[in-house]
């Protein structure tokens, strides 16, 4: 759940409000990771982008933002394909009659490239922490971190 609202926190700053990147969820079947963005998702994602302003990014730093998604925008799409690829792949491997042992190496190589992704965005995140100053740093860290409402179920993104 921290790591998920972690990686939209992150994926929108690169993103600069844009059309943000699609994340894979560990946890998410093949079927759903294929799937277009929900109305709720996008509602998310624009209510998101909106806190970006309470930064108050200079546009030295929204240059320089943009160069860090510039950068990992292909790995990271190479990367998430990897992963509905694979798990595709095995979702046919368990349905069909493979045997454990490739079962078993298909959803290791799947986690791997899941580690590879969330490492990939972390290393965003600190390009993005070493460009705000510290009162911005506190904003953005506050919103990483922000706990949902307690009368509202925790979001699954």
């Given at each position: 759940m921290l790591?998920?609202?972690?990686?939209i926190a992150v994926t929108t700053i690169v993103a600069l409000g844009g059309s943000a990147i699609a994340l894979t969820k560990p946890?998410?079947?093949h079927q759903v990771i294929a799937q277009t963005p929900t109305n709720s998702l996008r509602q998310h994602r624009a209510q998101s982008g909106?806190?970006?302003?309470?930064?108050?990014?200079?546009?030295?730093?929204?240059?320089q933002m943009k160069q860090i998604r510039t950068q990992s925008k292909e790995q990271m799409t190479q990367k998430r394909q990897a992963v509905r690829q694979g798990q595709q792949e095995l979702h046919d491997l368990i349905a069909g009659r493979a045997s454990t042992q490739q079962v078993?190496?298909?959803?290791?190589?799947i986690k791997v490239i899941k580690q590879q992704l969330a490492d990939a965005q972390f290393?965003?995140?600190?390009a993005i922490r070493e460009i705000l100053n510290p009162e911005q740093r506190q904003?953005?860290?506050?919103?990483?971190?922000?706990?949902p409402?307690?009368?509202q179920p925790p979001k699954q993104n």
């Amino acid at each position: 759940m921290l790591f998920n609202r972690f990686a939209i926190a992150v994926t929108t700053i690169v993103a600069l409000g844009g059309s943000a990147i699609a994340l894979t969820k560990p946890t998410l079947s093949h079927q759903v990771i294929a799937q277009t963005p929900t109305n709720s998702l996008r509602q998310h994602r624009a209510q998101s982008g909106g806190w970006l302003k309470e930064l108050n990014l200079t546009p030295q730093q929204i240059q320089q933002m943009k160069q860090i998604r510039t950068q990992s925008k292909e790995q990271m799409t190479q990367k998430r394909q990897a992963v509905r690829q694979g798990q595709q792949e095995l979702h046919d491997l368990i349905a069909g009659r493979a045997s454990t042992q490739q079962v078993r190496e298909k959803y290791n190589q799947i986690k791997v490239i899941k580690q590879q992704l969330a490492d990939a965005q972390f290393e965003n995140t600190l390009a993005i922490r070493e460009i705000l100053n510290p009162e911005q740093r506190q904003k953005f860290a506050d919103r990483m971190y922000k706990k949902p409402p307690q009368n509202q179920p925790p979001k699954q993104n």
